[in-house]
């Protein structure tokens, strides 16, 4: 079959500004090429005709650039076009390839895409085709590199740019592609030029030829070196060898060559002519390792180097910069970045110049987690910037004032020993043409394609796994079943690849026959370009860098990257007899499959004729590959994302409609969660090109809301949001898109803009404000307004006039501040009257089906409802409050109790409230006060409400931005309720859960309800929970295919069997290169530097064990502490990072306040601070029945951390940072809330029972010798204050433990609550957070504890030079003797016990002093009261402010409260109204002082 024959014209007179026609019309030249490198751009003066191939013929060459020639065609008539610098910039209809990929309008379409245009040499031929198809075709050398682009105009002119290295073409006839099919007969293909082939290389490559299948390996290694060493690498990129004498660039002599200098470090040794080096004693020394080019880098030129050989003992790697200095005449030093003069190095992650860091965060990648086989380069450009490379992926500019004349330098340091310089910098394209010359060289490699002519098409190959497999595999059944015979042995090298490419739209299916529950991790599928005959196996296939994409677990990765982190089912969890699939569209876009379900899909740009590749990875020991007629049919269209919910896959509750970020977006823009999570890369580098889009237009009346995950505060402004008429395919994303000037609405900070011009500044929302975990949405109206909703409350009418014929999309940009949003679930349709249409109820299963009772009312209500229908609906019948409900019964574990709003009344605002209570409804009639009229100020008992989207405990707000907000539920909605075993609440609205509400609730509740504000009625759906029998419970989760005797293989317990006693945990053998451990492995010690300390346990954490371990020793020399997690992989051969947070796979990390999985942070604000953990604390880890979670400190539950924590799973402490010491506790220690005991224990105790801060009876606290105050900074810095205050130790208590630091990490530690009463009657105060608590003395005469349970608590603030007289006199006023003693006491002689001295009341006649106090220190601490003074640390020698108060007990009754005599220009605390936030008294004894106050900022 020929090519298309040649239809090359004259090339058009206009043309780039550097380009120089030759006579004729059919040369061109860049001028000054050894100064320019762009503005080379060249058009053919006639449309191509069709099928007419415009050939060039590449004639001159320069080394000055990278890149090199361009071509493509364009719709723009040359006479009219303003020529670009470059043909990439050509716009309005043109297809451009560069390299090796294709261009359309300047984005890239296609990747990986025929032959690397950059490659070819003076003499090689590229042309382009457009076909009567439309399709865009590339040739090069007389062969077709098959079909780039589709549905191209009738009309376009091609286009070549002489771009970079290509300086000179000419036009040439184009040549047929290759022989006629007869003409190909049984050889293979033909070379494309005239050269011979390797002596040594066998003419065939099948079995019969005499060869085993080692020696095959071995000649296809031979053939491949040969084919680089020798002349046949310039054979198969068809670039003849230049004759003597003839033009072009000479070669380069040996001198010329890039190699190490023979003068390096004292512990180099230099091999392979000067190209390798290699530190000596690796496992002794770990300096000295410097090595340096034999000549200064040219402008443009790669060094690129390869690591060979890394040991792992030492911390710190690789480092690779420049250099002024001249090799022959330096004095090596130790390591590079002693140098203090002339030098530049990358290390780590950052940029050095001349020892000091310049750049803390260059990039993304940091050399000391490289590889064996990572390549690192970096190249000096002309403009004196430089560049580094890592895998050939360019970093960026490290810095723009390189000097002219630098040398390479590399400093093989720490774990880095042995390096080669790589003269072939472009890894990707090495792999492409090994297989290009084994197709070359082989007759049967690569012919793919049927021959046409023929009488019928012959019958597809049958897909097999292919024989060349892992080292751990074996192929058995004819190709058809692959298996690791000793699974129990070993976990990986597990890798079979198909026989075949995969055709188009071919399914590729294996069903799992064989698995063992030895190991963690399990199957993984997906496709690559390697072809498997020639492919030197990995021993799992993520450790591939080229070509591949995987799903691993329920994620996808591409070259060993994450690029999915939620997609579809997981595979860890599939069980034998699952099947999972894998297909490549015609589009190019990947799609797997679980049990026959489509997960949507997963990678586009897929570059056609891949390999199928399974790896038997973990638990999957055999699977085998199902016939075309027991796939399921390939669904029409995958690209809109799943049409059938994926098996126990969290996104599955999404219809095919959901709203998702479009796969089209701005440059710098990442897209992941299926779809769901978009974020901006290289944020500290880039603060624009970020746009996303979503998938389809919105409707009218329809939420679009993303809620802000991460920022950063390295730029000024932050998120815009909007939405935009132009179609996601025909938008060119711009920088920002406040740039675009037709059909786009958008809000940029408080500016509303239509079309880049302001329509009105000072909108009622700012989001140059929002921070983390603030919500926006916005909506378009059937009227054509544009609504913007922050945190769930409308913003009210950005803009009118939306044209409502025109579909609009939403918009956002991820810019400046703003780095990481997602959509939220309150995404969709609003209510009724915002749409044209009826909205639908969302597709969450209803609850009322569960056999049993229905649900009802109780009697006890506010005064305005009424009950109908036998107490199963509730109506509120006059005004906006007083609509308390209750449950008629108390609230089961897990039990739902759910109803549905069926009438509002709109001229109210607000919504209803829903919660739990302890309080007991049938005690509401019996109560003094009755029910308040709304829920929050429901105070008497402990209540946990939900209003809006804030949580409330008490009335006291405790999470903000939770779920959907309740206000924007309309008619029909409905809104349930649950207390989880885990002491849980959950809110659940139309059957979708919103997650975990708040913790620590009690275990006896009632459900209460307030019909408040526009919901006037609602009625019950859901029934009590009854014991189901065997038959009415739903099925397992589990795989639908386990078969019956797989289920009763299982064991059954006996109910007499005695309980399995938990596992002793100990530390594994493996662990971080620094830890030392002891005590029968019961004790991990950190001896070395501050990371390599990680530590596992080595027995899988059973559910519901709890784990804990005590911080023994902490060094107060480092920052941060310990972080501790689960990882679901065996830790047996476990390679250990530097730091836990490097764990990228199967991890859930606790660090900070903060859960990361798999190193993204997914919760803020969990639990307290690790870092402020001083010794002594005892830190625990329990999963739970439901896989959730659980963090426990000093035995309290923290709540839930992360859910779906796989089994089995093993426990994880890095001792990082200051924390040097960890032991495991062995004796059990009860989670708070245990089982045991009564239930109602802890409701029923006292308020005046709990002292602050310590919960007697009730939570677990360290001993006194490991209290909190021991290593708290603040208390240190807050004594130290108070001892400069010079006053006699007598005044306070001697025991330690009654003094109490109320910093955040302090209380949050302990437990505290913000408010508790005291008194009698009883009356609200607050805890001095902030503050810290020095007790004062008591008299032992007295009855203090009377006192402190019977009086009220508040405080006082004063100055700093009062303190010593108040103490003095005992109390705030001048009086009598207090029933405290706060004197210094003195000893009895005789009784032994202690006494007043006398005359100690103040004389007859004196006038009463008016004493202010507060029942909070937001107010009493006011600098109006607490007068502040400056002064010293005398341990940091630092300034501070510092100010005191008192806190008192003071009698009831003898006090009056007041509104606030100090000006306060908002209300200090929302717990107290202004007229009770002041207490006067004048009465003597009222006051008793019992601890003296300090905060220091």
């Known amino acids: 079959m020929s090519g298309p024959a040649g239809g090359g014209g004259p090339l058009h007179p206009r043309t780039g500004k550097l380009v120089t026609l030759a006579p004729g019309g059919r040369s061109a030249a860049r001028s000054q090429p050894g100064q320019e490198f762009n503005h080379g751009l060249v058009l053919s003066r006639e449309p191509l005709r069709p099928g007419r191939v415009f050939a060039v013929r590449i004639d001159r060459k320069v080394n000055s650039w990278s890149g090199s020639i361009e071509i493509g065609v364009t719709a723009l008539?040359?006479?009219?076009?303003?020529?670009?610098?470059?043909?990439?910039?050509?716009?309005?209809?043109?297809?451009?390839?560069?390299?090796?990929?294709?261009?359309?309008?300047?984005?890239?379409?296609?990747?990986?895409?025929?032959q690397d245009l950059d490659q070819l040499g003076e003499g090689d031929r590229v042309g382009i085709q457009r076909t009567a198809a439309g399709e865009l075709r590339l040739w090069v050398n007389g062969r077709d590199c098959g079909v780039a682009a589709t549905g191209l105009p009738p009309r376009v002119w091609a286009v070549v740019d002489l771009y970079g290295k290509c300086t000179q073409v000419t036009v040439v006839p184009g040549e047929p592609e290759e022989a006629e099919d007869g003409a190909a007969g049984d050889e293979g293909p033909a070379l494309p030029r005239p050269q011979s082939r390797p002596d040594k290389f066998p003419n065939s490559l099948e079995a019969e030829n005499g060869l085993s299948s080692m020696e095959l390996s071995e000649a296809v290694s031979n053939a491949i070196l040969s084919a680089?060493?020798?002349?046949?690498?310039?054979?198969?990129?068809?670039?003849?060898?230049?004759?003597?004498?003839?033009?072009?660039?000479?070669?380069?002599?040996?001198?010329?060559?890039?190699?190490?200098?023979?003068?390096?470090?004292?512990?180099?040794?230099?091999?392979?002519?000067?190209?390798?080096?290699?530190?000596?004693?690796?496992?002794?020394?770990?300096?000295?390792?410097?090595?340096?080019?034999?000549?200064?880098?040219?402008?443009?030129?790669?060094?690129?180097?390869?690591?060979?050989?890394?040991?792992?003992k030492w911390s710190g790697s690789i480092e690779i910069g420049v250099t002024t200095h001249n090799p022959n005449s330096l004095e090596y030093p130790a390591t590079m970045t002693n140098l203090r003069s002339g030098t530049i190095m990358m290390s780590g992650c950052g940029i050095l110049t001349n020892g000091k860091g310049t750049r803390r965060e260059y990039c993304e990648f940091s050399l000391d987690e490289l590889q064996e086989g990572d390549h690192i380069g970096l190249t000096r450009k002309s403009n004196n910037a430089l560049h580094f490379y890592i895998n050939g992926i360019d970093q960026g500019v490290a810095t723009t004032l390189t000097p002219l004349v630098v040398y390479g330098v590399v400093d093989l340091y720490g774990m880095a020993v042995k390096v080669t310089i790589v003269h072939n910098h472009n890894h990707s394209d090495r792999l492409r043409r090994n297989n290009a010359i084994m197709r070359a060289l082989s007759p049967d490699v690569g012919r793919r394609a049927l021959e046409a002519g023929g009488v019928g098409e012959p019958e597809p190959e049958r897909l097999l796994f292919h024989a060349n497999c892992g080292q751990k595999a074996a192929i058995i059944h004819d190709g058809r079943t692959a298996l690791r015979p000793h699974a129990t042995d070993d976990f990986n090298h597990g890798v079979v690849l198909s026989n075949r490419a995969l055709r188009n739209n071919e399914v590729f299916q294996v069903r799992i026959d064989k698995m063992v529950d030895k190991w963690a991790g399990s199957i993984e599928i997906g496709v690559t370009t390697h072809n498997p005959t020639y492919l030197q196996l990995p021993s799992t296939m993520t450790n591939l860098?080229?070509?591949?994409?995987?799903?691993?677990?329920?994620?996808?990765?591409?070259?060993?990257?994450?690029?999915?982190?939620?997609?579809?089912?997981?595979?860890?969890?599939?069980?034998?007899?699952?099947?999972?699939?894998?297909?490549?569209?015609?589009?190019?876009?990947?799609?797997?499959?679980?049990?026959?379900?489509?997960?949507?899909?997963?990678?586009?740009?897929?570059?056609?004729?891949?390999?199928?590749?399974?790896?038997?990875?973990?638990?999957?020991?055999?699977?085998?590959?199902?016939?075309?007629?027991?796939?399921?049919?390939?669904?029409?269209?995958?690209?809109?994302?799943?049409?059938?919910?994926?098996?126990?896959?969290?996104?599955?509750?999404?219809?095919?409609?959901d709203l998702r970020f479009h796969q089209l977006h701005g440059a710098n823009a990442v897209i992941t969660n299926g779809g769901r999570t978009a974020l901006r890369q290289n944020c500290r580098s880039e603060f624009n090109d970020a746009i996303v889009i979503s998938n389809r237009a919105l409707r009218d009346g329809e939420l679009f809301e993303i809620v802000i995950q991460k920022m950063v505060d390295r730029w000024s402004g932050s998120i815009e949001a909007g939405v935009t008429a132009i179609r996601p395919e025909d938008l060119e994303f711009p920088n920002t898109m406040t740039d675009i000037d037709y059909d786009t609405w958008m809000l940029s900070g408080t500016a509303i803009m239509q079309d880049g011009n302001t329509m009105r500044n000072n909108y009622g929302c700012d989001l140059d404000s929002l921070t983390t975990g603030s919500r926006i949405g916005m909506m378009r109206t059937a009227k054509g307004d544009l609504h913007y909703f922050i945190n769930g409350v409308d913003q009210g009418v950005a803009c009118s006039g939306l044209p409502p014929a025109k579909e609009v999309y939403a918009?956002?940009?991820?810019?400046?501040?703003?780095?990481?949003?997602?959509?939220?679930?309150?995404?969709?349709?609003?209510?009724?009257?915002?749409?044209?249409?009826?909205?639908?109820?969302?597709?969450?299963?209803?609850?009322?089906?569960?056999?049993?009772?229905?649900?009802?009312?109780?009697?006890?209500?506010?005064?305005?409802?009424?009950?109908?229908?036998?107490?199963?609906?509730?109506?509120?019948?006059?005004?906006?409050?007083?609509?308390?409900?209750?449950?008629?019964?108390?609230?089961?574990?897990?039990?739902?109790?759910?109803?549905?709003?069926?009438?509002?009344d709109e001229k109210w605002s607000g919504s209803f409230h829903v919660g739990l209570t302890t309080l007991l409804p049938s005690e509401v009639p019996y109560a003094a006060t009755g029910l308040p009229a709304s829920l929050p100020e429901l105070h008497s008992k402990a209540t946990w409400l939900v209003a809006g989207s804030e949580v409330r405990r008490n009335g006291q707000l405790q999470k903000q931005n939770y779920g959907c907000s309740l206000e924007r539920l309309g008619v029909g909605n409905r809104v349930g309720v649950k207390r989880c075993a885990d002491d849980t609440m959950h809110i659940l609205v139309d059957g979708e859960d919103m997650g975990p509400a708040t913790t620590g609730v009690a275990k006896n509740v009632y459900v209460v309800l307030d019909l408040y504000g526009r919901v006037t009625a609602v009625s019950i759906v859901s029934s009590t929970v009854l014991e189901e029998s065997d038959g009415t419970k739903p099925p397992s989760v589990a795989s639908e295919t386990y078969s019956e005797e797989e289920e009763e293989e299982e064991p059954t317990p006996c109910e007499n069997e005695a309980p399995v006693p938990p596992a002793a945990m100990e530390f594994l053998e493996n662990h971080g290169k620094n830890i030392l451990l002891s005590n029968g492995n019961l004790t991990a010690t950190r001896v070395a530097s501050y990371n390599q300390g990680i530590v596992v346990i080595a027995q899988p954490l059973p559910q519901g064990q709890l784990f804990q371990v005590h911080i023994d020793f902490l060094n107060p020399q480092w920052t941060s502490s310990l972080c501790l997690g689960l990882i679901g992989t065996s830790p047996e051969r476990l390679n250990f990072p530097a730091t836990a947070c490097s764990l990228k796979r199967c991890a859930w990390l606790l660090q900070r306040d903060s859960v990361f999985h798999n190193s993204l942070k997914i919760c803020e604000n969990y639990g307290p601070n690790l870092d402020t953990c001083p010794e002594g604390t005892v830190l625990g880890l329990l999963v739970d029945s439901s896989g959730c979670l659980h963090l426990y400190v000093n035995g309290m539950d923290q709540g839930v951390a992360a859910q779906d924590i796989p089994s089995p799973c093993y426990v994880l402490v890095d001792l990082y940072g200051q924390c040097e010491q960890v032991t495991i506790v062995t004796n059990d220690t009860p989670a708070l809330g245990g089982e045991s005991g009564d239930p109602r224990a802890q409701a029923d105790m006292e308020k005046a029972d709990m002292v602050d801060g310590i919960k007697e009876s009730v939570c677990w606290t360290p001993p006194v010798d490991t209290n909190t105050m021991k290593t708290c900074e603040y208390h240190a810095l807050c004594a130290r204050f108070k001892d400069l205050l010079l006053l006699p130790d007598d005044y306070f208590a001697e025991d330690p433990k009654f003094s109490l630091c109320y910093c955040e990490s302090c209380h949050k530690l302990r437990g505290d609550e913000a408010y508790y009463k005291r008194g009698d009657p009883p009356r609200d105060y607050a805890l001095p957070f902030g503050w810290c608590r020095?007790?004062?003395?008591?008299?032992?005469?007295?009855?203090?504890?009377?006192?402190?349970?019977?009086?009220?608590?508040?405080?006082?603030?004063?100055?700093?030079?009062?303190?010593?007289?108040?103490?003095?006199?005992?109390?705030?006023?001048?009086?009598?003797?207090?029933?405290?003693?706060?004197?210094?006491?003195?000893?009895?002689?005789?009784?032994?016990?202690?006494?007043?001295?006398?005359?100690?009341?103040?004389?007859?006649?004196?006038?009463?002093?008016?004493?202010?106090?507060?029942?909070?220190?937001?107010?009493?601490?006011l600098e109006a009261f607490a007068t502040k003074v400056q002064f010293r640390d005398p341990k940091s020698q630092r300034q501070h402010g510092a100010q005191v108060a008192f806190q008192v007990c003071v009698?009831?009754?003898?006090?009056?409260?007041?509104?606030?005599?100090?000006?306060?220009?908002?209300?200090?605390?929302?717990?107290?109204?202004?007229?009770?936030?002041?207490?006067?008294?004048?009465?003597?004894?009222?006051?008793?002082?019992?601890g003296l106050l300090v905060r220091v900022e």
Request: with cysteine; hydrophobic share 35%.
């Open 228 to 312: 680089y060493n020798g002349s046949l690498l310039s054979v198969s990129l068809g670039s003849p060898p230049p004759a003597p004498g003839e033009g072009g660039a000479a070669p380069l002599t040996s001198n010329d060559a890039l190699l190490f200098h023979e003068k390096c470090g004292t512990l180099i040794k230099l091999s392979n002519s000067h190209k390798t080096a290699e530190r000596r004693r690796p496992l002794d020394e770990f300096n000295n390792g410097v090595v340096m080019t034999n000549r200064p880098l040219r402008d443009g030129e790669m060094f690129e180097i390869r690591i060979d050989k890394l040991v792992d």
């Open 811 to 904: 918009v956002v940009d991820l810019y400046g501040q703003c780095v990481q949003v997602s959509i939220t679930s309150a995404t969709g349709p609003m209510d009724n009257s915002l749409s044209t249409s009826n909205v639908t109820e969302k597709s969450f299963p209803l609850h009322s089906p569960v056999p049993g009772v229905a649900h009802r009312f109780h009697s006890s209500c506010g005064k305005n409802v009424a009950f109908q229908d036998n107490g199963c609906r509730a109506v509120r019948v006059a005004g906006y409050s007083h609509g308390i409900v209750f449950s008629m019964k108390e609230l089961k574990a897990d039990e739902v109790f759910e109803v549905k709003i069926e009438e509002l």
């Open 1451 to 1490: 009698r009831p009754g003898s006090y009056k409260p007041g509104p606030p005599s100090a000006g306060a220009p908002d209300p200090p605390d929302p717990r107290f109204s202004p007229a009770e936030l002041e207490w006067v008294t004048k009465e003597k004894g009222a006051t008793v002082l019992y």
């Open 77 to 114: 008539d040359p006479e009219h076009l303003d020529f670009p610098s470059s043909a990439t910039g050509l716009k309005g209809g043109s297809w451009v390839v560069s390299g090796c990929s294709v261009l359309r309008d300047g984005r890239s379409i296609l990747e990986e895409y025929g």
């Open 1334 to 1421: 020095f007790n004062l003395r008591v008299n032992p005469q007295l009855e203090v504890a009377s006192t402190c349970k019977k009086w009220h608590m508040a405080y006082h603030g004063t100055s700093v030079g009062a303190v010593r007289r108040m103490l003095d006199q005992g109390e705030l006023g001048a009086g009598s003797a207090s029933i405290l003693s706060c004197r210094p006491a003195k000893a009895d002689p005789q009784g032994g016990g202690y006494h007043e001295p006398e005359n100690s009341s103040p004389g007859r006649g004196a006038e009463p002093q008016r004493v202010l106090l507060s029942p909070t220190l937001r107010y009493a601490g």
């Open 545 to 657: 860098r080229s070509g591949t994409w995987m799903m691993t677990g329920n994620g996808v990765m591409h070259n060993g990257t994450t690029i999915l982190d939620e997609y579809g089912h997981n595979l860890d969890r599939l069980k034998a007899g699952d099947t999972v699939g894998v297909v490549r569209k015609e589009d190019g876009t990947l799609h797997f499959f679980v049990n026959g379900v489509a997960q949507g899909p997963a990678a586009w740009n897929v570059p056609p004729n891949v390999y199928a590749v399974v790896d038997l990875y973990g638990q999957a020991a055999q699977a085998t590959i199902l016939d075309d007629t027991d796939l399921l049919p390939l669904p029409d269209d995958l690209s809109e994302g799943n049409h059938q919910p994926s098996p126990s896959s969290p996104s599955s509750a999404a219809s095919v409609t």
